[in-house]
C-alpha cells in the first residue's frame, strides 16, 4: 500500500529509471540555435530542449524548457520540441534573452 501512495505522489524506489535525456537535433531560427533533447522516461519521451543565443559580448545565454507531454516516438518528441522552440522564440522575441542570466527555464 506504501508502494502504490509513494508512486502516486512520486516518491518512488530507485528500482524505476530516472528520466535520461535522448539523443537530440539542432536547428538555427531567428538568430538562435533550438536544441531538441527530450528526456526519456521508461518506454517514453517527455518534450526537452532549449534555445541558444550568442550575445555581442561573446556569451552564450541559455533558456531551457522542459513541459508535460509525453511521446512514445522518439522523433515525435524532437519533431515537437522544435516546434515548441520555435513558439516561445516568436511569443518572447524582445525578453527571452533581455535579462542577465546565462541560463534559466523558460
Same mark, same amino acid.
Not at 516518491?11 to 533533447?37: F, H, L, M, W
Given at each position: 500500500?506504501?508502494? /502504490? /501512495? @509513494?508512486?502516486?505522489?512520486? #516518491? &518512488? &524506489?530507485? $528500482?524505476?529509471?530516472?528520466?535520461? *535525456?535522448?539523443?537530440?537535433? %539542432?536547428?538555427?531560427?531567428? !538568430?538562435?540555435?533550438?536544441?531538441? %533533447? *527530450?528526456? +526519456?522516461?521508461? &518506454?517514453?519521451? =517527455?518534450?526537452?530542449?532549449?534555445?541558444?543565443?550568442?550575445? *555581442? !559580448?561573446?556569451?552564450?545565454?541559455? #533558456?531551457? /524548457?522542459?513541459?508535460?507531454?509525453?511521446?512514445?516516438?522518439?522523433?515525435?518528441?524532437?519533431? @515537437?520540441?522544435? +516546434?515548441?522552440? #520555435?513558439?516561445?522564440?516568436?511569443?518572447?522575441?524582445?525578453?527571452? /534573452? $533581455?535579462?542577465?542570466?546565462? $541560463? =534559466? *527555464?523558460?
Amino acid at each position: 500500500m506504501a508502494s /502504490f /501512495f @509513494s508512486k502516486l505522489f512520486g #516518491r &518512488s &524506489s530507485g $528500482s524505476e529509471t530516472q528520466a535520461q *535525456p535522448a539523443a537530440g537535433k %539542432t536547428e538555427n531560427y531567428a !538568430d538562435c540555435v533550438i536544441r531538441a %533533447t *527530450p528526456q +526519456r522516461e521508461g &518506454s517514453q519521451y =517527455r518534450l526537452a530542449g532549449s534555445i541558444e543565443k550568442s550575445m *555581442p !559580448d561573446g556569451a552564450t545565454k541559455v #533558456r531551457s /524548457f522542459i513541459r508535460a507531454d509525453l511521446f512514445t516516438s522518439e522523433q515525435d518528441a524532437i519533431d @515537437s520540441a522544435m +516546434r515548441k522552440g #520555435r513558439q516561445i522564440i516568436d511569443e518572447q522575441r524582445a525578453a527571452l /534573452f $533581455s535579462d542577465d542570466a546565462q $541560463s =534559466r *527555464p523558460v
